[in-house]
């Protein structure tokens, strides 16, 4: 089944809202709200979340944040609903965020994960995301952020911000 990518706008509110709650557990991750996510549409110029669907069903969803002083796109966010995970929506919206990047010309992608989260962990290491520093009682249950780049131009000393 064919997945496709598109700019989310404010019919997909109650969709992103869903999927929040059904990939994240409120008492490890700081969940998004409805609210938060309209307040994300309407200041685009900072931004870019974007919606996986399948059959025009909204599946998965990635947040980017973009700084104007930075060379650097953070990733903030990537979920797929629990029916859709393991098969390519993850991955197809890694690639789309990747791209969004190289589009943009900036330097890299920074982004942050759970120190437990093994899973992932291995994942974006293969995608050659290097950790760069790590955050101690970054998520709501005290574990710590380890963050992680990529650089696409230059080299990955060239400053993170």
């Known amino acids: 089944m064919t997945v496709a990518i598109r700019a989310a706008n404010l019919s997909d509110l109650e969709s992103l809202q869903r999927i929040e709650t059904a990939a994240f557990s409120s008492e490890k991750y700081p969940l998004t709200s409805q609210a938060q996510f309209q307040r994300l549409l309407n200041k685009a110029k900072n931004i870019e979340l974007f919606v996986a669907t399948r059959r025009s069903e909204v599946v998965g969803y990635i947040l980017l944040f973009y700084r104007s002083n930075s060379q650097w796109g953070r990733l903030y966010s990537i979920a797929v609903h ?5 098969s390519d929506v993850g991955k197809r919206l890694f690639d789309f965020a990747e791209q969004r990047i190289l589009k943009r010309k900036l330097k890299g992608l920074t982004l942050e994960i759970r120190e437990d989260n093994q899973r992932h962990f291995e994942r974006y290491l293969k ?35």
């Open 127 to 161: 995608r050659g995301y290097v950790q760069v520093a790590e955050v101690s009682d970054y998520y709501p249950d005290g574990a710590a952020a380890i963050k992680r780049a990529k650089c696409f131009r230059k080299r990955l000393t060239d400053g993170i911000d």
């Open 82 to 86: 629990p029916d859709s995970q393991g």
